[in-house]
């Protein structure tokens, strides 16, 4: 897929710079690092908890009969989830 983009005078020497330094071949592999640490920055999808699944299986089936419990036990799921992570 080929993009136009327009840079600032600050960022478009900047982008030079580091084609010239030899460490990239061209602005395209300098554009596609740079995204590339960003992406890495960004958070990671958290895993679907498992009482969700299970009430979307219930849901689908038509079997969901006891929200309440349901949301207890999302509830335990997620202060225990939260126990682990401040280990």
Do not use: H
């Not at 849901?59 to 126990?83: K, N, P, T, Y």
Request: aromatic share 4%.
């Amino acid at each position: 897929m080929s993009r136009r983009i327009n840079l600032s005078e600050r960022f478009e020497s900047f982008l030079e710079s580091q084609v010239a330094s030899g460490k990239f071949r061209n602005a395209d592999e300098v554009v596609e690092e740079a995204l590339r640490q960003m992406e890495s920055r960004l958070p990671k999808p958290q895993p679907t908890p498992p009482a969700i699944e299970t009430s979307d299986a219930e849901i689908e089936l038509g079997s969901l009969s006891d929200i309440s419990a349901l949301m207890s036990q999302m509830q335990r799921e997620a202060q225990a989830a939260e126990s682990e992570e401040e280990d």
